[in-house]
Structures are given as structure tokens and as C-alpha cells.
């Protein structure tokens, strides 16, 4: 009677599901990071938008001055 398993090294499946832990690891860690850099670029955006709408603001400020002068 032949009893082999279709595994015959258990430490290699193991070693396997280590490997696929660490790929998600890494996976997951890259997303995070795509994640961060798509958020400080909207902020990054955002800030310019505001920045622009400030000086426009000023400018208005300074001709309405003028203006009353």
C-alpha cells in the first residue's frame, strides 16, 4: 500500500505561504504609499487653487482702493 502525500515537504508550504504573506506585505505597502503621494497631490492642488483665488482677491482689494482714491 503506497500512502504518499501530495506534499511530501511540509516546510515548503510553509516556506510558500510565507512568500505570499510578504508579497501582500509588499503589495499592500506599495498601495498605501500610491495612496499617500494621489493624497498630497490633491493637497498640493487644492493649496494652488486657494493661493490663486487669494491673489485674485488682493488684486480686486488693490483696484477697488485705487478706484476710491
Known amino acids: 500500500m503506497n500512502t504518499t502525500t501530495t506534499n ?4 515548503g508550504s510553509h516556506e510558500m ?3 505570499h ?3 501582500a506585505r509588499a503589495q499592500m505597502s506599495a498601495r498605501l504609499g500610491e495612496a ?3 493624497r498630497l497631490g490633491h493637497q498640493l492642488a487644492r493649496a494652488r487653487r486657494l493661493s490663486r483665488k487669494a491673489e485674485r482677491a488682493a488684486q ?3 483696484l477697488a482702493l485705487a478706484r476710491a482714491l
Open 8 to 11: 511530501s515537504n511540509p516546510n
Open 17 to 19: 505561504n510565507l512568500l
Open 21 to 23: 504573506e510578504n508579497l
Open 36 to 38: 499617500q503621494q494621489l
Open 60 to 62: 480686486q482689494a488693490r
